[in-house]
């Protein structure tokens, strides 16, 4: 069992950025997709970056390409999402979501293809 902890949330001024950051609580391999998701109030789970084991691989929804930016250290087994330009519509709890997989290149964007999840972060922007 993967136990991830997110971290780097709070409140920000719109334009303003943030780095969240989420590791698994305990020694685990690195040979694991990540992925960060974000649930704002009323509103459902929804994808917005995943990354590969090894990082060669990402994908991003679209309307996120330019100031969301996913990466991962693998020595420091962290995943991290840049968020740069936040924007009040930003507002919600993040959640980042781990899959187990040896592809180096496999990227997963839907929530039923991860395995753990995070408790989540809330981040809000303020206007």
């Known amino acids: 069992q993967v136990q991830l902890v997110e971290s780097g949330g709070g409140l920000v001024q719109a334009g303003g950025s943030l780095r969240l950051s989420c590791a698994p609580s305990?020694?685990?391999?690195?040979?694991?997709?990540m992925g960060w998701f974000r649930q704002a109030p009323g509103k459902e789970r929804i994808f917005l970056a995943g990354i590969s084991w090894s990082g060669s691989s990402t994908y991003y929804i679209e309307s996120l390409k330019g100031r969301f930016t996913i990466s991962r250290d693998n020595a420091k087994n962290t995943v991290y999402l840049q968020m740069n330009s936040l924007k009040p519509e930003d507002t919600a709890v993040y959640y980042c979501?781990?899959?187990?997989?040896?592809?180096?290149?496999?990227?997963?964007?839907?929530?039923?293809?991860?395995?753990?999840w995070g408790q989540g972060t809330q981040v809000t922007v303020s206007s």
């Open positions: 305990g020694r685990t391999s690195n040979n694991y997709a």
């Open positions: 979501a781990a899959r187990r997989h040896f592809s180096r290149t496999a990227v997963f964007s839907t929530l039923d293809e991860y395995d753990y």
